[in-house]
């Protein structure tokens, strides 16, 4: 070991909204010493679909620290008491906030933090002595306890696809938007960010507009997301811990089932949508959108006339569209980064690649168990709906802060649900309650 290396208990790769919350709240831990390291020269927080009218769907006070320790001083209120705009937010009466909003107070958690690392690329990750050895280039290695993967999922491209010049990633929306102007859009994906680059689509007026949009996708609506107090107890611990304890095929189960509790489009931007619909058809006579709810995607490629998106009906029909530029809102997928590529056999995944993990985050490996690796947003089949959402950001970092140190730093029990999810068997056996109610009738 160098003199110049750094020795930490806890050390995390990426810098997004997960290890940001590890962070914060870890900052508050006497005698924790933590670092956390990213590639990027500054915090971003999806840049290409950081629209200024696209809004949180979460309250804000599930940010990074205050679901767990609202004293924290990384809090999101203490956010705008810092930047000297407590009063003017309250005045402006939000009902939620916008995701820039909520993206610059990401940037200024962390920008003061000690603890983050930027333009720092891990280029490997090595265990042997017990410890994780971080390398770099340029910058003395970490030697680290425990490791805590949140470098985020990837763009997914369907397969088919040829990416280019005019076929790209909506994560990359904002920075290619003018390539828009005057051409044939097609949008692939019927979620909320394929909605988003359309409603941004539809709002380009002038030289700026594009000459037609398509909208494809596969999903044989464009459906909402659930909302309200009783949808949102499945963002809730007491949920968690009900399908932590479900078969795997009840889990199965459940995931499809709340598939529009975390991905449908939100009301107010598919209302925005229509009336754009509306108005172009009604009111000044266009024509020059187009919808197509339920096609599978077979390829996209380029041709003589632009880009051929050869899609399937459910009924089973070929069906060809054609436009100069293609955005790809098709999702993400999950990655392990590659500095751990040395590692990567040592590493449990699930068949969609994401890392296994077992209790309190930790991922399944043949490491001892003192030598803990963290997934975050890594466990969507492992703890179910709620693991990529940020509502529990802050509840899943002091679950991992509690199981690195060994004791309860932060309180998680909770009142009793409001929901009872999951039967509890009567002692005496299943019937031995109905006998026992029989008898005392």
Same mark, same amino acid.
């Given at each position: 070991?160098?003199?110049?290396?750094?020795?930490?208990?806890?050390?995390?790769?990426?810098?997004?909204?997960?290890?940001?919350?590890?962070?914060?709240?870890?900052?508050?831990?006497?005698?924790?010493?933590?670092?956390?390291?990213?590639?990027?020269?500054?915090?971003?927080?999806?840049?290409?679909?950081?629209?200024?009218?696209?809004?949180?769907?979460?309250?804000?006070?599930?940010?990074?620290?205050?679901?767990?320790?609202?004293?924290?001083?990384?809090?999101?209120?203490?956010?705008?008491?810092?930047?000297?705009?407590?009063?003017?937010?309250?005045?402006?009466?939000?009902?939620?906030?916008?995701?820039?909003?909520?993206?610059?107070?990401?940037?200024?958690?962390?920008?003061?933090?000690?603890?983050?690392?930027?333009?720092?690329?891990?280029?490997?990750?090595?265990?042997?002595?017990?410890?994780?050895?971080?390398?770099?280039?340029?910058?003395?290695?970490?030697?680290?306890?425990? $490791?805590?993967?949140?470098?985020?999922?990837?763009?997914?491209?369907?397969?088919?696809?040829?990416?280019?010049?005019?076929?790209?990633?909506?994560?990359?929306?904002?920075?290619?938007?003018?390539?828009?102007?005057?051409?044939?859009?097609?949008?692939?994906?019927?979620?909320?960010?394929?909605?988003?680059?359309?409603?941004?689509? $539809?709002?380009?007026?002038?030289?700026?507009?594009?000459?037609?949009?398509?909208?494809?996708?596969?999903?044989?609506?464009?459906?909402?997301?659930?909302?309200?107090?009783?949808?949102?107890?499945?963002?809730?611990?007491?949920?968690?811990?009900?399908?932590?304890?479900?078969?795997?095929?009840?889990?199965?189960?459940?995931?499809?089932?709340?598939?529009?509790?975390?991905?449908? $489009?939100?009301?107010?931007?598919?209302?925005?949508?229509?009336?754009?619909?509306?108005?172009?058809?009604?009111?000044?006579?266009?024509?020059?959108?187009?919808?197509?709810?339920?096609?599978?995607?077979?390829?996209?490629?380029?041709?003589?006339?632009?880009?051929?998106?050869?899609?399937?009906?459910?009924?089973?029909?070929?069906?060809?569209?054609?436009?100069?530029?293609?955005?790809?809102?098709?999702?993400?997928?999950?990655?392990?980064?590659?500095?751990?590529?040395?590692?990567?056999?040592?590493?449990?995944?699930?068949?969609?690649?994401?890392?296994? $993990?077992?209790?309190?985050?930790?991922?399944?490996?043949?490491?001892?168990?003192?030598?803990?690796?963290?997934?975050?947003?890594?466990?969507?089949?492992?703890?179910?709906?709620?693991?990529?959402?940020?509502?529990?950001?802050?509840?899943?970092?002091?679950?991992?802060?509690?199981?690195?140190?060994?004791?309860?730093?932060?309180?998680?029990?909770?009142?009793?649900?409001?929901?009872?999810?999951?039967?509890?068997?009567?002692?005496?056996?299943?019937?031995?309650?109905?006998?026992?109610?029989?008898?005392?009738?």
């Amino acid at each position: 070991m160098s003199h110049q290396d750094t020795t930490v208990d806890l050390a995390g790769i990426g810098i997004g909204p997960f290890n940001l919350s590890l962070a914060a709240l870890a900052d508050g831990v006497p005698g924790l010493a933590t670092a956390f390291f990213e590639r990027r020269a500054n915090f971003a927080w999806h840049p290409g679909l950081c629209f200024p009218d696209a809004m949180l769907q979460t309250s804000p006070l599930k940010d990074l620290v205050t679901p767990v320790c609202p004293t924290s001083p990384w809090s999101f209120l203490n956010h705008l008491v810092e930047s000297g705009r407590f009063f003017d937010f309250m005045s402006a009466r939000f009902e939620t906030v916008s995701r820039q909003e909520f993206s610059a107070y990401l940037g200024w958690a962390a920008d003061g933090l000690a603890s983050t690392h930027f333009s720092a690329p891990v280029e490997d990750v090595r265990y042997e002595d017990g410890h994780f050895r971080l390398q770099f280039t340029g910058r003395p290695d970490c030697i680290a306890r425990s $490791l805590a993967i949140g470098t985020g999922r990837v763009p997914l491209i369907p397969a088919g696809v040829v990416t280019g010049p005019d076929c790209f990633h909506a994560s990359r929306y904002l920075e290619l938007r003018p390539k828009t102007a005057g051409r044939r859009v097609a949008v692939i994906g019927g979620g909320q960010s394929g909605a988003e680059v359309i409603l941004n689509l $539809l709002q380009q007026e002038g030289a700026a507009a594009p000459a037609s949009i398509s909208w494809i996708s596969r999903r044989d609506g464009f459906w909402t997301l659930q909302e309200g107090g009783l949808v949102d107890q499945f963002f809730t611990p007491g949920y968690l811990a009900a399908y932590r304890e479900m078969p795997l095929e009840v889990q199965a189960r459940a995931l499809a089932s709340q598939k529009f509790a975390s991905d449908g $489009l939100t009301p107010s931007t598919a209302d925005e949508i229509y009336r754009h619909l509306y108005r172009r058809r009604h009111l000044e006579g266009r024509g020059d959108v187009a919808l197509y709810p339920g096609r599978d995607l077979l390829h996209v490629r380029p041709s003589g006339r632009g880009q051929m998106v050869v899609s399937q009906s459910a009924e089973g029909e070929a069906e060809v569209i054609e436009a100069d530029l293609v955005v790809l809102a098709t999702g993400y997928r999950a990655s392990t980064p590659a500095c751990m590529g040395g590692l990567a056999k040592r590493l449990a995944q699930e068949t969609d690649g994401a890392l296994a $993990l077992g209790p309190n985050y930790r991922v399944v490996w043949d490491g001892p168990d003192d030598s803990p690796i963290y997934g975050l947003n890594q466990g969507r089949r492992a703890y179910g709906v709620i693991d990529p959402q940020l509502s529990m950001a802050a509840w899943r970092s002091a679950v991992i802060l509690n199981d690195l140190s060994g004791r309860a730093i932060f309180r998680l029990a909770e009142a009793d649900p409001l929901v009872v999810w999951r039967a509890a068997p009567e002692a005496g056996g299943k019937d031995a309650g109905f006998e026992q109610r029989l008898t005392a009738s």
